[in-house]
C-alpha cells in the first residue's frame, strides 16, 4: 500500500494581481509515483475545486525533497470566492508560506503617449489612402 496522499492537489508558486489575488498558481497532483511537475491554472480553478470538496494544500522544495505546507481555505465575500492558508476572512487570497513569482502575472497595459496616438493615427490614414 502507498502512502497516504497529502492533498488532491499540491500548490508549489503562485503570483498575485494589484488586489492580491491569485493571477496564477502552480498545482501539482500527489499521484502514486510522486508529485507531478505541476501545470498553472487560475484562482477560479483552484476556488471551484476546493467548493468542490477537493483538498489543496501548499508545498515547498526543499533540497531535492517536497515539504509539506499548510491547507488552504475557501470561502466567500458577497459572493466573490477567496482562498487562504489562514481564517482570516479578508477579501484577499492568502498562499504566503510558498514561492511568490512575479513573471506569472500578466502586465498591465501601459497608456499609450498622445505623441504615440498621433503617430499611430497618422500611420492608420496612410494605408487607409493606399484602400
Known sequence: MGL??????????????????????????????????????????TSFDIANGLSYI???N??????????IHFFRIHGEPYVRIDQNKVNQDYLEDILKVESLAIPEPEEATPEQIARLEQQIAKLESKI
Open 62 to 71: 526543499r533540497i531535492s525533497t517536497w515539504k509539506k505546507g499548510n491547507k
Open 58 to 60: 501548499t508545498i515547498y
Open 4 to 45: 497516504k496522499k497529502w492533498a488532491n492537489y499540491l500548490i508549489s508558486e503562485v503570483s498575485y494581481d494589484k488586489n492580491h489575488l491569485i493571477s496564477m498558481a502552480k498545482r501539482h497532483e500527489d499521484s502514486d509515483t510522486g508529485i507531478t511537475n505541476g501545470k498553472f491554472v487560475d484562482r477560479i480553478k
